[in-house]
């Protein structure tokens, strides 16, 4: 599942590029009539020495060299033509469909770690749980705000549960853990809680990871995909070491 995130970053750094190369030919069209002769190479008496970067540059006359793909060369456009070679940012279905059912998949495990002061006996139990809880309430309330921010932009056929509701899980998630699981869990002290308590959270971030790449797949929306990498990231971390305890 790892595989995912430098995809997105590379995607997503190629487009911030080209938006602040795109952004900035206004300002060097000013600055190149207004040069004082030593053509800005010079600062505070010392040179500017700099190596090659694979990255857009914006030319003497305007145009944007964006660089090729591996083994491919390097292709200059029009400012007109590096606009429109940005990436579609808007969100589609499936982002609001990630935030929405992430925010509900979220909200059990933190269902889950409140039960743990009370009743766990180990104290790696107890700081990982900490751990789980203070990353996930800030991540809710993250999608919360991506929700509110992009509301107008909502697709007709966007809603809870587009792209997700095969799963034969609870409430069409993977990972959820059922009723009767959760019963369970709220019965249990000590060693049987810790191990119960592993056990389903380890499930729980296993679907969560799922849940993650499947918006990588089919979204498109860029602070989406940022949410959805970090989902990948921290909860491939926790599995391991869940599974260590």
């Keep these: 599942m790892l595989n995912h995130r430098p995809a997105a970053r590379i995607r997503r750094s190629a487009a911030l590029a080209l938006a602040a190369l795109v952004g900035a030919l206004a300002l060097s069209a000013c600055e190149s009539g207004g040069s004082d002769g030593h053509g800005g190479s010079e600062h505070h008496g010392k040179k500017a020495d700099s190596a090659p970067v694979a990255s857009p540059s914006v030319t003497a006359t305007g145009s944007v060299v964006a660089p090729g793909k591996p083994g491919e060369p390097a292709k200059t456009l029009t400012p007109e033509q590096a606009v429109k070679a940005l990436p579609d940012d808007s969100p589609n279905s499936a982002d609001f469909s990630y935030a929405e059912m992430m925010i509900e998949h979220h909200a059990q495990a933190l269902t889950m770690t409140a039960l743990v002061p009370d009743r766990a006996s180990s104290t790696q139990v107890k700081r990982l749980s900490e751990r789980i809880s203070a990353a996930q309430k800030p991540e809710i309330a993250a999608m919360e705000s991506w929700l509110k921010r992009f509301a107008a932009q909502r697709p007709k056929d966007g809603g809870h549960g587009g792209g997700h509701g095969g ?5 069409g998630m993977p990972g959820m853990a059922t009723d009767a699981q959760l019963a369970q869990l709220k019965a249990a002290k000590g060693a049987a809680f ?23 797949s089919d979204g498109r929306n860029t602070l989406i995909q940022e949410m959805a990498n970090d989902v990948i990231s921290q909860q491939s971390a926790e599995i391991g070491r869940m599974r260590k305890m």
């Design 167 to 171: 799963h034969d899980t609870a409430d």
């Design 194 to 216: 810790d191990e119960l308590f592993l056990k389903l959270m380890i499930t729980h971030h296993d679907g969560a990871v799922t849940m993650a790449a499947e918006a990588l």
